[in-house]
């Protein structure tokens, strides 16, 4: 629909720009020379005019023929309320009558005209258009958007990080590559393979990997592309799809983000009628065909957790794939692939690189090496070096720099407090994450001021005061301005947000708290791998239990908050200090502001 509309508006532009260009060729193929008044006016006195007819708002006449020319020129002027006029045309002999103009068949001739021509061109491929749809009528033979392509350039070589999900995939290569060989020993493929993992940890590529490895066609289309189409095109797709796929066997047909298809039925406020039909066309083509053809089918999807359980069951997507964020090993194999062919300084180390970036998927490692070449680039450098690394991973983790947004002094102090409030709790309690940098240069769409706090190890697990001090830190910005300025700002919300989230888990779904004891209260479809919680659903519990929740949250931040006050009134000198040296230098490294403290 979309590029139905910008075609038109091209259309339009371009037929406009057209019928300007045809009436300048009409005009001058009639060889009429414009004239300016006073050219004419010289003309007349000159004796050159032969005849002129008068109209109301143009004068048009020739002039007399020159030299060898036997034709006499034609010209036109607009007319000038000129009084003398007559009298000058008199004087000097010139013919000339009134007309009363109609530019009617000039008009037709060069606007209308070509303008009706235009329209009808574009009438015309509407219609051409229309038919290649089938028209919104005929959905059944959909001749849908679907991606095959042949040869796939990508192989496994190209996947870093994820050995377990290629060691996975190796035997769904090695049946495309030789379905006789399986078959013929009678063994068993699975038709459906789930990639599962978060955002950006290479399932996409992983899919198309496949494909390339074993040299099969690939069909691709995404899941939310389904969705988008008109009722009852999803399901013809799906029904395209497979009997497209059954031509061009061995091939792979790889649906991309699932989830926005398959999602449970009746799940979510709006029933969508047509998701269910595609969703319910994809699994009847799944029963129907026989892998031994050589078609697999394989997903990807972030959140499996949502997903409709007929898509799961035996026979079909039951072969899941787990593709996590890598590990340390995994992340430095993943940034020397994509470093591959950009030049290196000596001095950049990618190890350190891979242990300063724990929960990093291999998007975010990819864009770290381009934005690190980019940076060198800019500063006219023939290496890239650690520096770079380093300023890329922090822009990949906080946003870029906004230099030219322009804090007030009053403001700027504030920030500068509130980020030394953070690092300095951060840096006081044990178990928290290590205070790399703070600056208060803003950043990304939100931040005025950043601390930027590095875990030093891959973790899997939190422990109940692990939580706990990352609360207090979040409310250490907020302590700092209460004593400092006695009063405090908006710029704390977003911590306030995060501790309250934390607070909350512990309470409802870790059982962290003594007074409600060792129960969850909350059994959401928590999300596995994104970050964002899924709609949490309240559990079912009574008024009392809920306002004991609030209770428990509520105690559990006041502590946090009276423990971060303490740490920072112990540390005023500290905190004063601290923000002084920032406010000076707008970026100080954590190891700098330790020795501050150790200091004071
Ligand atoms: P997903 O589909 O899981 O969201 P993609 O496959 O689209 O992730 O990954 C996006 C890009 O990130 C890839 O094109 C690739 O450049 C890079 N990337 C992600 N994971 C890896 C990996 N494991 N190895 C190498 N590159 C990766
Ligand atoms: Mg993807
Ligand atoms: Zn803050």
Request: net charge negative; with cysteine; glycine share 8%.
């Amino acid at each position: 629909m979309n590029k139905k509309v910008s075609f038109s508006i091209w259309y339009v532009f371009l037929a406009i720009w057209a019928v300007i260009l045809v009436h300048d060729l009409i005009h001058a193929l009639q060889k009429i020379e414009e004239l300016p008044y006073s050219e004419f006016r010289q003309l007349v006195t000159a004796g050159k005019v032969a005849e002129v007819a008068v109209g109301s708002q143009t004068l048009t006449g020739t002039l007399k023929p020159e030299g060898e020319a036997k034709e006499a020129k034609l010209f036109s002027t607009i007319r000038v309320d000129d009084q003398d006029l007559v009298r000058e045309l008199n004087q000097h002999g010139v013919k000339f009558v009134g007309v009363i103009e109609t530019t009617f068949w000039r008009d037709v001739l060069s606007w209308i005209l070509p303008a009706a021509i235009f329209g009808g061109i574009w009438y015309f491929f509407i219609r051409r258009l229309g038919q290649a749809q089938g028209g919104f009528m005929q959905v059944g033979q959909s001749k849908a958007k679907i991606y095959a392509e042949t040869d796939i350039k990508v192989t496994l070589a190209d996947v870093a990080g994820v050995d377990e999900a290629k060691e996975e995939l190796r035997e769904v290569i090695e049946f495309l590559k030789t379905p006789e060989k399986f078959t013929r020993l009678g063994g068993k493929i699975p038709k459906g393979i789930l990639l599962v993992g978060p955002p950006g940890t290479g399932k996409t590529l992983l899919a198309r990997a496949v494909a390339g490895e074993a040299g099969v066609t690939f069909f691709s289309i995404s899941g939310s592309e389904f969705v988008e189409m008109f009722v009852g095109v999803g399901a013809a797709r799906v029904r395209d799809l497979f009997e497209q796929a059954k031509l061009k066997a061995p091939c792979i047909i790889f649906v991309d983000e699932l989830d926005a298809l398959g999602k449970a039925r009746g799940m979510g406020p709006a029933t969508n009628e047509e998701r269910e039909q595609t969703l319910n066309q994809l699994l009847v083509e799944m029963d129907g065909f026989d892998p031994r053809i050589g078609v697999i089918l394989m997903a990807a999807t972030n959140r499996p957790e949502i997903l409709d359980p007929a898509l799961l069951r035996a026979g079909r997507f039951d072969r899941h794939v787990v593709v996590d964020r890598p590990d340390k090993i995994g992340r430095l194999a993943i940034l020397r692939l994509h470093a591959k062919h950009v030049p290196l300084d000596p001095d950049a180390d990618l190890e350190n690189v891979a242990a300063m970036t724990p929960g990093f998927s291999g998007a975010d490692l990819a864009n770290i090496i381009n934005e690190a070449a980019l940076l060198a680039v800019r500063r006219g450098k023939e290496l890239v070096g650690l520096s770079e690394l380093q300023e890329a991973v922090e822009r990949v983790i906080a946003g870029l720099e906004k230099k030219n947004r322009v804090l007030n002094k009053m403001e700027k102090e504030r920030v500068a407090y509130h980020e030394t409030g953070h690092a300095l709790v951060a840096i006081s309690l044990p178990g928290s994450d290590q205070v790399q940098k703070i600056s208060i240069i803003p950043r990304g769409v939100a931040a005025l001021g950043y601390t930027l706090q590095l875990p030093t190890e891959d973790r899997f697990l939190m422990t109940k005061s692990e939580l706990e001090s990352k609360i207090a830190v979040l409310l250490g910005g907020r302590v700092a301005e209460e004593l400092i300025f006695g009063e405090i700002s908006t710029g704390a919300q977003n911590d306030l947000v995060k501790a309250t989230d934390i607070a909350k888990s512990m309470v409802k779904a870790y059982g962290m708290s003594e007074k409600l004891g060792a129960i969850t209260l909350e059994r959401e479809r928590q999300s596995q791998f994104m970050q964002v919680q899924a709609a949490a659903e309240k559990g079912d519990y009574s008024e009392a239990t809920a306002r004991d929740i609030d209770c428990e949250v509520r105690r559990i931040i006041d502590e946090q908050y009276e423990r971060a006050k303490r740490l920072l009134d112990q540390r005023h000198a500290a905190l004063v200090e601290g923000a002084r040296v920032l406010l000076e230098q707008e970026v100080i490294s954590g190891s700098e502001l330790r020795t501050i403290m150790e200091a004071h």
